[in-house]
């Protein structure tokens, strides 16, 4: 409680937000930028690859060499249409667009982007806990080019890169010119600094699961703009809105979120405006400022893109990739849920680590749902490579082992580290390590011993002290070498008591 | 009389003639006339050699170096050329040295052309004289005192002065057909998409085509046939196979009898007399070939000029963009990258150029976009549409290709909108994307060339070219 | 003649353009485009009620390439034509602006 408050008046910003009661209302829609996963560029043949060296991934289409023409990427299509069916879109007959304004990173000073046409309009995405958020469309459009700012000698740290304000000169790299990115708006249908959380979280999730991208955003191939406004609770209409830009991680966008509410509520309850207008996140700051430099107009005069023809997907390829499309975390979601008896953000975890299959196969093989899920949240999890490469035969088996007590909670994680490490049966190997089910009459002497050994704690613990119990429980463990169940202990003691 | 490309391309394959022979022949012309007309921005002499050597190594070792076989050919300077300036008669792109071949250049040097040099044009191929060039106007070879039209004004004079038989141009508006009617060769506008723009320098990308120049019309239709066929680079090219080869060409032979040709009289009303008179003249020579010529209407196409005056320069606005001095070309500096932007363009652009970009980017504005952009798609739409009525019953249409003859240098300079009407006749087939040609018919009353307009329907090159040929025929 | 397109119209779409126009210029543009867009008010005033836009003159749709790496330009080449070049790359002076 206090750790929470402490934060909260933290001038950086809640780490968590507390639950506010302050009569605002937080209105947040995002705009997605998402870098496809394709072998090269949206209209020519360079490699969409990161990390390279400056301007080697480059061809005289992506740099906008004079006469050069594009030519639409099919895989990129494909991906971008595998987004939409993810998201529940309409998949429509789409127009490229040019969008026209200068900009030293983009090489044809336009903006090829699918404007009023979208490839996939309207659509959805339920948060893990059942919260719906809408999509209001997923277009394609190419990325731009990467500036680097140099400041000049004398400066603060001469020669190095970093902001935009107060450089001397800018370099400019167009190997990331040209990569296809889909672009995915949302309604405003976000309430809270966790809810836009767990959207970026959920669209990453089908991002990845759908092989539309790596969604990286350490590497920039995720990027989220945010739209904030806040009105009062119970009003309906929106308020003006600020674009917030420079979000590059899913922190910095609680974290603006949460800043960019406070910074407007406190506008307004002082009798100021919001001013509809794109303001920059500053990380180190934690705090978000208007980006106007000068007062330069924009006007993007959209048109058709000549150089490209419209693109029409049939009902066929349509379904085509719809069919080649694996099931979402939702779906996976859903159903795990319903077998293992527990509600949908129970298995969250599971799923969002792929591991709802291993434990799909232990519920179907009659393994106890909530054991499974419990050992695969935990122990599979914590070494995903070596849990995504289990045996389900073997885990199923193991977690039916220590169902039927014959190797105690301790153990049965033992065998299980075994199982991920090298294989093999979960028999063998806790007969290998040991790990022999107790007899029962072994137990029982075990437990008369430890009362005989311990009468003062044995007279707290029947005097109702119930901390006594983990005393004695841990006294047989010692006597049995840990091979005891821990459960099994407590029963045979309870047994005892007058 | 000169040499034909067929003539010289059957002489060099067969070892009858060498190629730096015709090369030479041609280099000698250009060295005595090439001061007066300025059709060239660039000559390309020890690399035109080059070339011819290797067409003649590659005939004496038994192989075939392809239809064109030591042809010379003039290119226009919005073509890349690999390794070799191509300016687009722009300082923006003076000193610019494109890393690839367009893909025509690519046809031409696999056809055994031997490539002479770059020909003057409009800046950006945005006139129609050729006096907008950076690097000043070329001249009518029939009258130094004129212009030769344009904006492939260079590669029309180079043909009409023998300094190469062929020559590629490209046409938006008019571009290849109006100066070749003014200098009195042939020039074609293929179907849009028949010819890769790929390595074309754009100007209103919806528009543009490439297409070819030569002395006689068998000479353009052969030239066509080598460029032409689907190229995979451009998205707007049309699938499918290129024309046989020698279809195009065996149709120049083909005459005339049972064709259906109507005269667009919305096209014909504005010219002057002796320009009509020839049209006349050449409806009477048609129709002594067997063709069926009555007068046809295309009533939407009266809106051509109009709407193409939005079209293409809000297409350029933006094609032209890129001309920002980060990435190659001039670049004038200023303190910030915007000021370095604006002091480039405003150098490195010519007035006519800064007129279309402002015109184009007006026509695209928020609050204008639907009365002038939008507008004129829809009328583009309807001139579509007016063509397709016409076509229902005519396989032909005919017209004048200008107005007038060649006018002289300056006469229009001072008004763009006088200018812009040189290319009344030629705009609407831009619009449709359909082909036309224009063949020389006659002279005017100042002696000067006359151009007649063919137009066909999509694909209706085959047609076109069989009337091409009858009127060059049975001209007077 | 109505006007147009107003001075102020030319100065804002020179501004959109990236051209700077001296005084001379602004006047002289001003009434060539006006002039212009008056030849063009024929089209301004057509009666194009339910008639669709052509965009293209060509009926293709789906014209599509395999995702297959294409061997692209040698950076030495494509620097070479670069006005101004700095550890690789394109040097250009300060921004002042972020990306809109
Ligand atoms: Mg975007
Ligand atoms: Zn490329």
Redesign the pocket.
């Known amino acids: 409680m206090t750790a929470a408050a402490t934060t909260v008046a933290g001038d950086a910003g809640p780490e968590r937000p507390p639950e506010r009661d302050d009569g605002w209302e937080m209105v947040v829609g995002l705009e997605v930028?998402c870098e496809l996963a394709t072998s090269t560029k949206l209209f020519c043949g360079c490699p969409n690859a990161f990390g390279d060296e400056p301007n080697t991934n480059v061809c005289p289409v992506c740099l906008g060499l004079p006469g050069s023409l594009p030519v639409l990427n099919r895989q990129a299509v494909e991906l971008a249409m595998r987004v939409g069916t993810a998201l529940q879109s309409e998949i429509r007959p789409s127009v490229f667009a040019r969008k026209n304004y200068f900009y030293p990173d983009m090489p044809k000073d336009y903006q090829v982007?699918q404007y009023d046409e979208p490839l996939n309009a309207g659509g959805w995405l339920d948060l893990p806990d059942g919260t719906r958020i809408g999509v209001t469309r997923a277009h394609m459009?190419e990325d731009t080019g990467k500036t680097t700012h140099r400041h000049s000698v004398g400066a603060q740290s001469p020669g190095t890169s970093g902001r935009i304000h107060g450089a001397d000169h800018s370099l400019v790299d167009y190997n990331r010119a040209g990569v296809p990115l889909v672009?995915i708006v949302s309604e405003p249908d976000i309430r809270s600094s966790e809810q836009a959380q767990a959207y970026v979280n959920e669209l990453r999730a089908i991002l990845v699961a759908t092989g539309a991208s790596d969604a990286r955003m350490e590497e920039g191939s995720l990027r989220i703009d945010a739209n904030v406004s806040v009105r009062r609770v119970g009003d309906t209409g929106f308020g003006t809105r600020a674009e917030i830009k420079n979000l590059n991680s899913v922190r910095s966008l609680r974290r603006a979120v949460e800043h960019e509410r406070a910074r407007q509520v406190a506008l307004l309850e002082a009798g100021g405006k919001v001013v509809q207008e794109t303001r920059h996140w500053n990380e180190a700051e934690g705090a978000t400022s208007s980006m106007r430099s000068k007062e330069e107009a924009f006007d993007y005069r959209y048109f058709p893109e000549p150089d490209l023809v419209p693109l029409v997907p049939d009902r066929e390829w349509v379904s085509a990739v719809a069919a080649d499309l694996p099931a979402l975390p939702s779906h996976r979601r859903a159903a795990l849920a319903a077998k293992a008896g527990v509600a949908p953000a129970d298995v969250a975890l599971v799923v969002d680590q792929g591991l709802d299959r291993l434990v799909e196969a232990a519920i179907d093989a009659g393994a106890d749902p909530r054991l499974a899920l419990a050992r695969a949240a935990n122990e599979v999890a914590a070494d995903i490579t070596a849990g995504l490469a289990l045996d389900p035969a073997a885990f199923t088996a193991l977690l039916r082992m220590e169902s039927e007590r014959k190797v105690t909670a301790t153990q049965a994680k033992q065998v299980l580290a075994a199982l991920m490490a090298d294989g093999g049966d979960p028999v063998e190997i806790a007969a290998a390590l040991g790990f022999e089910a107790l007899a029962d009459d072994v137990l029982e002497s075990a437990v008369e011993s430890a009362i005989a050994a311990h009468p003062r704690e044995w007279e707290r613990l029947a005097g109702g002290d119930p901390k006594l119990t983990g005393f004695f429980v841990g006294k047989v463990m010692a006597a049995t070498g840990g091979r005891a169940d821990g459960r099994a202990v407590t029963a045979a003691l309870r047994a005892r008591l007058p | 009389m000169a040499a034909t490309a067929e003539e010289i391309a059957e002489a060099v394959r067969s070892g009858a003639r060498t190629a730096a022979d015709v090369v030479d022949e041609h280099l000698s012309r250009i060295a005595e006339r090439e001061g007066e007309l300025h059709a060239f921005n660039l000559v390309l002499g020890d690399e035109a050699r080059a070339a011819a050597a290797r067409v003649d190594e590659s005939v004496a070792a038994g192989r075939d170096p392809g239809p064109l076989a030591g042809v010379p050919v003039a290119v226009k300077d919005n073509l890349c050329t690999r390794g070799i300036p191509t300016t687009c008669s722009s300082r923006i792109l003076e000193h610019w040295v494109p890393p690839y071949d367009a893909t025509v250049v690519a046809r031409l040097l696999g056809a055994g052309a031997v490539i002479v040099g770059k020909t003057n044009l409009d800046e950006f191929a945005m006139g129609s004289s050729t006096e907008n060039s950076a690097f000043g106007p070329t001249r009518n070879p029939h009258d130094p005192m004129r212009v030769p039209g344009g904006s492939s004004g260079g590669s029309a004079a180079a043909v009409a002065a023998g300094f190469a038989p062929l020559a590629l141009g490209s046409d938006t508006g008019g571009s290849i057909r109006q100066p070749a009617a003014l200098c009195g060769v042939v020039g074609a506008k293929p179907t849009y998409g028949m010819v890769s723009r790929y390595g074309l320098i754009a100007f209103a990308s919806s528009l543009d085509q490439v297409g070819p120049f030569a002395a006689n019309v068998a000479d353009t239709a052969l030239l066509l046939e080598v460029i032409a066929g689907h190229d995979p680079a451009d998205s707007t090219s049309i699938p499918g196979p290129s024309p046989r080869s020698g279809d195009l060409r065996g149709a120049v032979d083909e005459g005339v009898d049972g064709l259906r040709i109507g005269v667009v009289t919305e096209l014909a009303d504005g010219a002057d007399a002796d320009v009509s008179a020839r049209l006349d003249e050449a409806v009477g020579a048609l129709e002594a070939a067997g063709a069926k010529v009555d007068e046809a209407s295309v009533p939407a196409a009266v809106h051509g000029l109009s709407a193409y005056y939005l079209l293409a320069p809000a297409e350029a606005s933006s094609n032209l963009a890129r001309y920002d001095g980060v990435r190659y070309g001039l670049r004038v500096d200023g303190p910030d990258v915007s000021e370095m932007n604006h002091l480039t363009r405003t150098a490195g652009f010519g007035n006519e150029v800064k007129r279309r970009i402002m015109l184009g980017t007006y026509a695209l504005s928020a609050g204008y976009y639907d009365a002038y952009y939008g507008q004129a798609q829809r009328v583009r739409t309807l001139i579509i549409r007016d063509f397709d009525a016409a076509y229902a019953s005519h396989d032909l249409l005919l017209s004048p290709t200008a107005p007038t003859t060649a006018f002289p240098l300056g006469a229009k300079t001072a008004d763009p909108l006088t200018m812009y009407l040189s290319d009344v006749c030629t705009i609407p087939s831009n619009l449709a994307g359909h082909p036309a040609v224009s063949v020389p018919y006659g002279t005017g009353d100042d002696g000067l060339p006359v151009g007649v307009q063919v137009m066909a329907p999509a694909l209706g090159e085959h047609a076109m070219f069989r009337a091409a040929g009858a009127l060059e025929r049975n001209r007077r | 003649v109505a006007d147009r397109i107003s001075r102020q119209d030319v100065a804002h779409v020179a501004a959109l353009a990236r051209l700077r126009l001296t005084d001379d210029e602004l006047d002289r543009f001003t009434s060539q485009l006006g002039a212009v867009l008056d030849h063009a008010a024929d089209v301004a005033a057509l009666d194009t009620e339910g008639v669709p836009p052509t965009a293209h003159p060509l009926p293709l749709v789906n014209v599509l390439r395999d995702d297959t790496v294409v061997a692209g330009l040698d950076r030495a080449e494509v620097l070479a034509q670069a006005p101004a070049v700095e550890d690789g790359r394109f040097r250009v002076p300060r921004i002042l602006g972020e990306a809109p």
Do not use: I, N, W, Y
């Open positions: 930028h982007s459009e672009e």
